[in-house]
């Protein structure tokens, strides 16, 4: 006798993902939101069935986040933003604030809220991380809800 395997899949078809993404940086966090399309198209999802919510800054995230998760409409929820550190704290205390935020929101809910904000030094960092050398943190975070979206639905079967 063998013991039971729970493994998620990263097929999308069928998934429904909601992101929610900070417009600070846009200029990167736009193709984080792009990255992440692209993998749910590419995993088979229906582009009806990916919505993305626009937010000032990655601090506005969590509510949002929260708001979705409430509706009981979506398979994973994806939190995107970038936080560039500056030369105070500043940064530290959003990006702690941010995904502590996100944990809690993913077990109240138990639904998958993949945590997507980019932390950089420097705008050289950001744009490696949403496109060119380190890949697209978008992207990964999308191909984490997926997996994630697909393994609740196989353990709650």
Request: aromatic fraction near 8%; charge should be negative; proline fraction near 2%.
């Amino acid at each position: 006798m063998s013991e039971k395997v729970y493994e998620g899949s990263y097929v999308a078809s069928g998934l429904k993902i909601g992101v929610v993404c900070g417009r600070f940086n846009e200029l990167f966090t736009t193709r984080l939101v792009e990255g992440a399309k692209d993998v749910f198209v590419r995993s088979g999802g229906n582009l009806h069935d990916f919505e993305v919510a626009w937010v000032p800054g990655s601090f506005e995230v969590p509510l949002i986040c929260e708001k979705l998760a409430k509706k009981d409409t979506y398979d994973a929820i994806i939190a995107l933003g970038l936080v560039i550190t500056g030369k105070t704290s500043h940064a530290d205390h959003i990006n702690s604030m941010v995904a502590s935020s996100i944990g809690d929101i993913s077990r109240k809910y138990e639904l998958p809220v993949v945590y997507g904000v980019v932390t950089a030094e420097n705008l050289e960092q950001a744009m490696e991380r949403a496109g060119t050398k380190l890949g697209n943190r978008g992207s990964s975070a999308c191909q984490t809800a997926i997996e994630m979206a697909n393994l609740i639905k196989q353990i709650d079967a």
